[in-house]
Every structure is written in C-alpha cells, then in structure tokens.
C-alpha cells in the first residue's frame, strides 16, 4: 500500500469509558483504524456474571451501543473497526451487529475461551479461563474485507497490531516492526492515559477539560508517532507517553503471544506539539506458552464505615472493634479492620476532626457476611463510642471474585476467525518461541558525587505510573533529565521504596532499571491480595499507589530540586 503510515486511534481503555468517544473520534479528525479496548481482568469477572445470568450475553453491551450511534458514520467514512468488546461471546457480539443491519461486514475473533477444558489443561474449576490471543486472526479477518472485528481475550495491544500487520503485510517473523506495534499499542489502549489522564504532572498542560483520545501513526518499520486529534483537551508529550509506557509492565521484556517488545530500548522524541516518535524498538520471538485469565468466586463479603470525631479517636475504635466482634453471632473466616487517621487536632471543621474505621468481612458463607453483620453495625448506634456515626449503612453482602495467573502451552488454544460469510480459519501458533528470561541489569549511570541535599516530596521530580496485575502491583517512576536519572537510579532501592511504602516492607520487591526511558519499574508481589475484585485494600487497583510514593519525602540534591530556579 502506498500511504507512508496507518493511522489508528483508539475510543475505549475500559469497559465504562466515554461513551460518546467512538463519534468523537470518527468525527474529530481523519483515520484509518479505529480500535477500543474494553476488557480488563476486573471485566471479565463481571462478562462472566453476565453470562451466569443470560448465555447470551457475556459482551461489553456499551461498544453495541457506540456500533448503533456510529456504525453508519465509520462506513461512510471507510474507517475499519476493531475491538475486543467480544469479551466472552464474541460470536453474540457479532450476530448482534449483523442484526444492526448496516450493511458492515461482521467478523470474530474466538478460540480463547478454555472454561470447559480447564480442569484437563490444568487450571481448575475457574468461572472464566480465557488465553490471550495475538493479532494474526485480526489480520485475517482484515484480509477478508472484514468493516468491523470483534475478538474475546486478545491482549490489549494486539487490536492495533492486527491493523498494522495487515496494512503493511507483516510477516510473523517481522519481529521489530511488530514489537513497534506493540509498544504503539501499549501506548494508546488505556485512551486518554497518553493524553494527559492520569498523569503526574497533569498541572502543566493547559486544558485538562476533555483530554482527546490517542492515535498512532505506525510506519512499515514499526516506528510510530502518538498524537491526537487537532483542536482536543490533553497532551501528547514524551512524559504523557513514558507513563503510559510504565503502565502495567515488569522489566524490559514485554511478552505478547505474537512477538516479545524489548520496551527497554524504545526512543521517544518529541517532534513536535502533541506529536511523539517512538522508534528503535527491537523485537523478539514470543513465549512458547499464553497467559490465561483465571476467575473464580472467592466468596462473600460486606464492610462499612464508621466516623471518629473529635477526641480519643483510639479509644473509639477500640470500644467500636471490641462491641462489634463481641456481638456478632459467627466471626467470619476473614474480619479486617483499618483506622484512616483523617484528623487534626483543634480542627476548624468537624469533618477534619474526623477519622474512619473501616471493617471489611470475607467469607464462603453468604449468611455470615449478610444480614447479621449488617445488623449488628447499626445495633451499635445507641451503644458505643460518642458521636457514633455510619458513612451509610451496610449492605447484605456481595460475591467477590479472585484472579489468577494461568499458563497452557500455545499449542493447546485454539486461535479460530469467523469471516462474514459464515467461513472459519484457523490460524497456527507461533512455531518460532523464545522462553521469557529477565534480562541482565543494565549498567547505571555514573552516582553523582557528595553534594547538599534537601529533604522533599519525591514527587518534586520524578513522576510516577501504577496499576495491578493480579494480586500484584507496579510503581513504574522517571524523571525528565539525565542527571535527575543518574541520582534516581541510586538514590531508589528496593530498600528504599519499602522505607516509603511501609506496606511493601514485607512483601517480595523487584526492580526493573529502564534508562532509554530514565524509569525505574517495581513489582510488588501480593500487595492486593487476591487481585482487584477481592478488595483487599483502600485503593484495589493500586491506581494511587505512585502518587502515594510521590508524596514521600526523599532527600534530593538542592541542584536538582531548584534546577533552572533563581
């Protein structure tokens, strides 16, 4: 094909996401792809109690929405759609579609969903197991004159790398250009989070209103530039990028089941205003194995909230937590208790002179987390400490689930498309694999020598990204400058990020140096518990936790910390 790039952006990074995206995007400006990621680990759990409910659903019922508003508009305009809204059902997603009666050829993307093979492949008796799947049965679709592919569980990145290695007729081997793809598609899959959502440094771009939603310009080398749409809210910048780039990520090596992306030596440049380049991305073969999405039903739990105001606030909580156990019929399996000191002493308002001591229960039984506990708290009202309040009160209990981290040979999962005309292909698995290995640790910088220091938030300059995986989390921090990198790089051990998390003291810490990228990425294994549907902690995805870290001081040289100040 003759045009220099494909231009694809994305209109969803979550099942929840603006609604209204997919026209602004076909509206806003011109494209070739548009893409929309609507599934996520959390998302899967509720797809699958959608499905307990109704077998035919089990799909991300916003995107059909959007498809209904907007299908019509993207034909008009030749714009290609691509997402993975299929979640679960993809085949009903898809006859859902046709049933729009656009005119759209409609084609799917299965083969991920293993729930009745689980316990054969080893994975037990989940409520969804589904395998990430690559792009190549994108391609094929696209190959057929497909307007619209839905997919199951494909990962994020490989609904833009499917437009890609078809416009360009990648081979499956093109590993570099590939892995641009990926890093390209790691980038612009959580929408607006490489515009300016979400980012640390969000009060130094000018018009936060409505940040846009990302585009890439993917090149035949696999090289790209992410922009957006002329005249939308946000930023494209090398700092709104590098965050999105630590997102979700471990070290260096990021395995998709197409190709291995070595993130670690991905170069991003700013072109210009909202134009970021990201070249020299090398590529490697992908694992031999998939990842499978495990979820199950953990149990039951409830939890509520009670107010502490004013004096004693520990002796409050004491007497709270001591009532509350004492009358409860049956203790549940787990009982947790949190004081949130939220208040300061001779406070001006009476929510500042307030703390909050929450109570979570779990337990296999839906009884002993429902009605009796619930009872119980409101029983306390008339009885326990002074001022005794509830933020609302308790619910009868809810299911929750747990994720896990699966692993089945690639072999084993069937990779099928659906073509319009009703035609299956089979697509094979990679037969060139490279088993995953760490790499080696890259040489630091040089440590700066012997210089003042000043005692301040972390934050003054380094910027930092979070989110879960699983039970676990990832801080990805950087910094802007060279000789900010070489004093980070030292300066944030593991040692030294579990004395500023105090929750990550006892846990498993591992860190990841990227100095392309002038970031250092930590794993923190087993910080959210069970993963993010469990609740296990304040803040379940770990969304804040590098904000948390940001706001810890840290002594940093006076150089760095007034660097270009007078």
Not at 438 to 444: A, K
Not at 474 to 491: C, K, M, Q, Y
Request: aromatic share 6%.
């Amino acid at each position: 094909m003759s045009t220099p790039h494909v231009r694809i952006g994305n209109c969803s990074g979550f099942y929840g996401d603006r609604l209204s995206a997919m026209r602004e995007m076909l509206e806003g400006g011109e494209l070739d792809y548009l893409t929309g990621d609507y599934l996520a680990e959390l998302t899967m759990l509720i797809l699958g109690r959608d499905r307990m409910k109704d077998a035919s659903r089990g799909y991300a019922k916003t995107f059909l929405r959007q498809a209904e508003d907007c299908l019509g508009l993207a034909l008009d305009r030749g714009v290609k759609i691509v997402a993975n809204a299929g979640g679960l059902n993809p085949k009903g997603l898809a006859d859902a579609l046709t049933q729009l009666d656009s005119g759209a050829k409609i084609a799917y993307v299965d083969g991920d969903d293993l729930l009745s093979r689980a316990d054969e492949l080893g994975l037990g008796s989940p409520l969804t197991a589904n395998a990430y799947l690559g792009a190549w049965g994108i391609v094929e679709a696209l190959k057929s004159g497909a307007d619209v592919v839905v997919t199951g569980r494909v990962t994020d990145a490989s609904v833009i790398v499917g437009p890609a290695a078809y416009h360009f007729g990648w081979n499956r081997t093109d590993y570099d250009a590939l892995a641009g793809a990926v890093v390209a598609g790691h980038v612009i899959e959580c929408g607006t989070q490489a515009t300016g959502g979400n980012y640390s440094f969000f009060t130094e771009i000018a018009d936060m209103g409505r940040p846009g939603f990302p585009i890439a310009e993917i090149h035949a080398d696999g090289s790209s530039v992410i922009t957006k749409h002329d005249g939308t809210g946000g930023a494209v910048s090398v700092g709104t990028v590098t965050a999105q780039l630590l997102y979700e990520i471990t070290g260096g090596r990021y395995a998709n089941p197409d190709v291995t992306a070595r993130i670690d030596t991905a170069v991003l440049t700013q072109e210009s205003s909202d134009r970021v380049r990201i070249s020299q991305v090398k590529g490697e073969a992908p694992p031999p194995t998939l990842k499978v999405s495990l979820n199950s039903l953990g149990g039951f739990r409830n939890e509520f909230t009670l107010v502490l105001t004013g004096l004693d606030i520990d002796a409050k909580a004491e007497l709270a937590q001591k009532q509350f156990e004492s009358w409860l019929p049956t203790r549940p399996k787990e009982l947790e208790w949190t004081l949130v000191r939220t208040d300061k002493p001779d406070a001006p308002t009476e929510e500042t002179a307030s703390a909050l001591l929450r109570c979570v229960a779990r337990d296999s039984d839906p009884n002993i987390v429902g009605r009796q506990f619930s009872s119980v708290a409101v029983e306390l009202a008339l009885a326990s400490y002074p001022g005794f309040s509830l933020t609302a009160p308790p619910g009868h209990g809810a299911p929750f689930g747990v994720f896990t981290a699966g692993y089945v040979d690639a072999g084993e999962v069937p990779h099928t498309v659906t073509l319009a005309d009703g035609t299956r292909v089979d697509i094979p698995p990679a037969t060139d694999t490279e088993v995953l290995e760490p790499l080696p640790e890259p040489e630091l910088p040089p440590k700066r020598p012997g210089e003042s220091t000043i005692t301040v938030p972390l934050g003054t300059v380094a910027a930092a990204r979070s989110g879960d995986k699983g039970g676990n989390a990832n801080v990805g921090v950087w910094v802007r400058s060279d000789d900010e990198f070489a004093w980070l790089a030292h300066a944030l051990t593991v040692e030294e990020l579990k004395s500023l998390l105090p929750e990550a003291a006892d846990l498993t810490v591992t860190r990841h140096v990227l100095p392309h990228l002038k970031a250092l990425n930590f794993v923190i294994e087993g910080i959210l518990g069970q993963g993010v549907a469990s609740q296990a902690r304040f803040d379940p995805q770990a969304k804040g936790l590098g904000e948390w870290l940001r706001s810890r001081h840290i002594a940093i040289p006076e150089t760095l910390v007034f660097q270009g100040q007078i």
